[in-house]
């Protein structure tokens, strides 16, 4: 009974701390938002800045990891546009400044892949090749008939 008491405390404390992060990081944004000054709201409510620079949907954060609901926020966004807080499991709450935001049109992306795949298969042929050549050279061997080297050298 102590043990599952202790059990349900910590997830009480968990979820109560939880839920006073994501209240800062409200605020947080409120202030961002307002300011527009990232480093002295970051200094104010003791929080890490961290760049996230190129990112693309489905990759990590640094100190975040992954998150849908963070790429959900972001490439919904705008640029210029301060987005969050948004909440990240049990890791806290990000917010988010998009400094600039370039949406991929499907076909580009269509015509890229298409092109990657072409590139993939001439480099996975070619490696092929070489190694058929290769094995070949291995098992062959080769023999040299010293008799008819000399039947066919140059008289001097």
């Not at 605020?27 to 002295?40: I, P, S, Y």
């Not at 919904?76 to 917010?95: L, N």
Request: proline share 3%.
């Amino acid at each position: 009974l102590d043990e599952v008491r202790r059990e349900v405390e910590q997830r009480l404390r968990r979820q109560r701390a939880l839920e006073r992060t994501r209240e800062r990081a409200r605020e947080l944004a409120e202030l961002w938002r307002e300011t527009g000054d990232a480093d002295a709201v970051a200094e104010t409510y003791d929080a890490t800045l961290t760049p996230a620079l190129d990112h693309r949907r489905g990759q990590a954060v640094p100190g975040v990891g992954t998150s849908s609901a963070l790429d959900a926020a972001v490439f919904a966004g705008s640029d210029g546009e301060i987005v969050g807080p948004i909440v990240v499991g049990e890791r806290g709450a990000v917010v988010a400044k998009i400094d600039s935001l370039r949406r991929v049109e499907a076909s580009e992306l269509e015509q890229e892949i298409d092109a990657t795949r072409d590139r993939l298969a001439a480099e996975r042929a070619e490696r092929l090749l070489r190694s058929m050549v290769n094995s070949r050279r291995r098992d062959t061997v080769v023999t040299v008939d010293n008799e008819l080297i000399e039947r066919f050298a140059p008289q001097s």
